[in-house]
């Protein structure tokens, strides 16, 4: 599924007869995303590593709090966007 942005500088770029260029900055933009996902994912790998060494005591006991920490942080923002928008109405 195309980025809609993608396809919004896919417009434009034949809008202004420029249709060669709209491709190439897609497929700029594409690659840099995917340069960007790979430096990621190796940058966790090697820091996982890293950090499993140190960090036994969070493998043993924390790892079991992050699933509900991070659902507290969601409900949390998720009330937070809903406040805002009930008093924006």
């Not at 190796?42 to 950090?51: D, F, G, I, K, P």
């Not at 699933?67 to 923002?77: I, K, R, S």
Request: aromatic share 8%; charged share 10%; no cysteine.
């Amino acid at each position: 599924m195309p980025a809609p942005s993608a396809i919004v500088v896919l417009l434009g770029a034949l809008a202004f007869g420029q249709a060669f260029f709209g491709i190439l900055l897609v497929l700029a933009y594409g690659v840099g995303m995917a340069l960007t996902l790979v430096g990621a994912g190796w940058a966790v790998m090697h820091l996982r590593a890293r950090a499993s060494r140190r960090l036994n005591w969070f493998e043993s006991k924390g790892a079991a709090l992050v699933p509900a920490v991070t659902a507290l942080v969601l409900v949390g923002a998720g009330l937070v966007l809903t406040a805002r928008g009930i008093t924006g109405i």
